[in-house]
């Protein structure tokens, strides 16, 4: 079983639907991160958060520590939110070796 | 300010020969790392950097695959000899601090074929 389990593998989604992607994690973490990586292969980091809530403009992240479960939630999606939607968990270790464990990634298509 | 910088892009080898891969972090980030992401899969980190030191290599294939960042700046990956499942693209990232947020590079899509 993979660290970081992502939900669902593709979505299909038409202008203007709320969208959510769900995020499930099995190890104890410092921070979870989402991420968007478009065809071209960059990744853009979106938000890092290890607690609540966090919103940017259309986009809102939510995390539940104790069900070690976060969602990615968009509203009002437009064609250009097309891309691989990422998790990522910051392992809760010490000193420098803690390191980002990455989802398999969310592929969204947001169509006219 | 500046992102992290990738370059090539693009590489087609065959396999056997020797490709290299260079980045260069934003100004001032301590942390440096190189991830290997196979098509429809997550990245996988290959090397962490934290200065000119190496932190964690323990998934970097070290009989084909080395890295170095020896000023504590820019980084170099390369891979010798290639094989075809070393297709893939290879991002660089940085942060300031192991545990602060990670920038991504464009990344380096790599063909062996």
């Known amino acids: 079983k993979n660290e970081v389990e992502q939900s669902p593998q593709n979505l299909t989604a038409q202008e203007g639907e709320f969208i959510t992607i769900n995020c499930s994690y099995s190890?104890?973490?410092?921070?979870l991160h989402w991420l968007q990586q478009h065809p071209g292969g960059g990744i853009v980091s979106l938000f890092m958060?290890?607690?609540g809530k966090k919103k940017h403009g259309r986009l809102i992240a939510t995390i539940n520590i104790q069900e070690k479960h976060s969602s990615l939630h968009i509203t009002a999606s437009h064609p250009r939110d097309s891309a691989v939607y990422i998790c990522?968990?910051?392992?809760?270790?010490?000193?420098?070796?803690?390191?980002?464990?990455f989802g398999t990634g969310t592929r969204l298509q947001v169509t006219l | 300010e500046a992102g992290v910088a990738q370059s090539p892009r693009y590489k087609i080898i065959e396999k056997r020969q020797s490709v290299a891969f260079w980045c260069n972090p934003i100004?001032?980030?301590?942390?440096l790392y190189w991830y290997q992401q196979i098509l429809g899969q997550g990245p996988k980190l290959l090397i962490q950097?934290?200065?000119?030191?190496?932190?964690?290599d323990s998934q970097l294939p070290k009989d084909r695959f080395s890295a170095e960042r020896l000023k504590g700046v820019d980084s170099t990956l390369k891979i010798q000899p290639a094989k075809l499942e070393d297709s893939a693209v290879y991002l660089c990232?940085?942060?300031?601090?192991?545990?602060?947020?990670?920038?991504f590079g464009q990344g380096t899509r790599l063909t062996v074929v």
């Open positions: 990232a940085s942060s300031l601090h192991p545990n602060t947020e990670a920038f």
């Open positions: 190890v104890g973490i410092s921070a």
């Open positions: 958060l290890s607690s």
């Open positions: 990522a968990v910051r392992s809760l270790t010490t000193g420098t070796a803690s390191k980002l464990t």
């Open positions: 100004s001032g980030h301590a942390t």
């Open positions: 950097f934290q200065n000119n030191g190496v932190v964690d």
